[in-house]
């Protein structure tokens, strides 16, 4: 299956897509959009990439298709996805469904919103949230990292269990946003720590390449946060 990957490294999902189709040695050509510089906002790009105007966006031939869980799915129905990441099995794919759906109102919609006002906004506007306005977002997500590592970090090493899928591809890459604005994740939350290590090692060297941007970003910040205190 040759593809064409349209992702942008600072969008969760198109680093997890990226990290998957490495992963499973898919064959495909990366074709780097760059959102803060407005690319994907083009004419162009809607016209000849994606009508929605987001990555990631997949290219199969003359087949379009975005939204990287609908992607995930696609790939594995060409029988192109690992059973170990995607299982065939019917049961054991719904579990890993299970956790892909319930990520969207919980995980990825509060770690990205937290981020968002945090971190995007004020690097887009110049003008930063006062901390009265940014807690309830940061309470939010929070409240998503507690029930994360308490209800689907229990029965095993990963999510569904003592193998890695893509539950914990998608999940790793949400919950590593929050970092570019200074919240730690692992703090204090000693389950999801070693299982975030885990997914990091299992997917060794393609989870840090993804990351490289991030982890600089990271390492921006938390420089400028130490200097600020001198």
Known sequence: MSLKLYVDA?????????????????????CIVKLGAGEHLSEEFKNNI??????PV?????????ESVAIL????????????????DSK??????EYLEWQHTNIRANCAMYFRKKWLEPKITGEELSEKLLLPYERRMVDSLNDFENLWLSSGAFITGDTLTAADIWAAC??????????????ER???????????KSLSPHYEEAHTLLNKLVQKSTMKKASSKL
Do not use: C, M
């Open 190 to 200: 000693p389950v999801l720590s070693r299982w975030l290590n885990n997914v990091r």
């Open 58 to 66: 997949v290219i199969h031939g003359d087949f379009h298709l975005t």
């Open 92 to 97: 054991l794919q719904a579990r890993v469904d």
């Open 50 to 55: 994606s009508r929605f105007q987001k990555v």
């Open 174 to 187: 949400e919950i590593e946003q929050p970092r570019i604005a200074g919240y730690d994740p692992e703090s």
């Open 73 to 88: 799915r696609y790939i594995s129905r060409e029988n192109a996805a690992p059973n170990n990441l995607y299982p065939k």
């Open 10 to 30: 600072l969008s969760q999902p198109s680093r997890a897509l990226l990290i998957f189709l490495q992963a499973s040695n898919i064959p495909f050509t990366k």
